[in-house]
């Protein structure tokens, strides 16, 4: 089994200028680091992984969606925000 952990323990929204969580996230004994990703264009994907590769921490993506970017939504105009 694997134990990871959400960088929303810690901060919102997770961007590159957070990339210290890697190795917090690593020296608290977890295995996978799971990031929120509320904003994609702030995370440099590219040291995200070489952060990850340093590590040796798994990664998880969890997308965050509030009222105006719903899948489910009933509302037509709003399905495609997401």
């Known amino acids: 089994m694997r134990i990871g952990?959400?960088?929303f323990v810690w901060v919102s929204p997770f961007s590159t200028e957070?990339?210290?969580?890697?190795?917090?996230v690593k020296?608290?004994?977890?295995?996978?680091f799971e990031?929120?990703?509320?904003?994609p264009a702030r995370i440099d994907v590219?040291?995200?992984?070489?952060?990850?590769d340093e590590t040796?921490?798994?990664a998880i993506v969890c997308g965050v969606f509030?009222?105006?970017?719903?899948?489910?939504?009933?509302?037509?105009?709003?399905?495609?925000?997401t």
């Open 5 to 7: 952990i959400n960088t």
């Open 18 to 24: 957070s990339i210290g969580l890697v190795r917090k």
């Open 27 to 32: 020296d608290f004994g977890f295995d996978v």
């Open 35 to 39: 990031m929120a990703c509320e904003e």
């Open 46 to 52: 590219g040291a995200v992984k070489a952060a990850l």
């Open 56 to 58: 040796g921490l798994g």
């Open 66 to 81: 509030g009222p105006d970017r719903d899948l489910s939504s009933d509302d037509a105009q709003t399905r495609p925000a």
